[in-house]
């Protein structure tokens, strides 16, 4: 596993403070809020594969959002409390970095609004 100074030096600093210190990054300002190609979207961390453009849909929220992970073996999640809420959080399971929240106001067919953040993801196109 990474120490931070080696997490510091591998990712741009607004990768940092979303994947490694939990920030968020601004709504609308990310570079797949409205994106639409097909593909799969990685871990900016460590490559792990996350998400599939087949879940992704644009529900308002200024951030991408997913209706279900590409596997669930991908990511973890644990109860977030911080900013007066009670929120669910979605990190990637094999580096830890921080992805966004999961909330159970999604479209069929899992009901579910996984709301991550851009910076924390590549994407990889289907050719």
């Known amino acids: 596993m990474k120490d931070e100074k080696q997490w510091k030096r591998e990712l741009s600093e607004d990768e940092y403070r979303v994947l490694r210190e939990k920030a968020t990054e601004p709504p609308f300002t990310g570079r797949y809020c409205g994106h639409d190609e097909p593909g799969v979207y990685l871990c900016a961390g460590c490559g792990t594969p996350l998400f599939s453009s087949e879940a992704k849909y644009h529900c308002g929220c200024g951030w991408p959002s997913f209706f279900a992970p590409l596997d669930e073996q991908g990511i973890e999640t644990e109860r977030d409390l911080s900013h007066g809420m009670v929120r669910t959080e979605v ?33 990889k196109d289907r050719s």
């Open 91 to 123: 990190h990637c399971r094999r580096c830890g970095g921080h992805l966004g929240h999961v909330f159970d106001d999604g479209p069929p067919p899992t009901g579910r609004r996984y709301c991550i953040n851009s910076v924390s993801l590549r994407f």
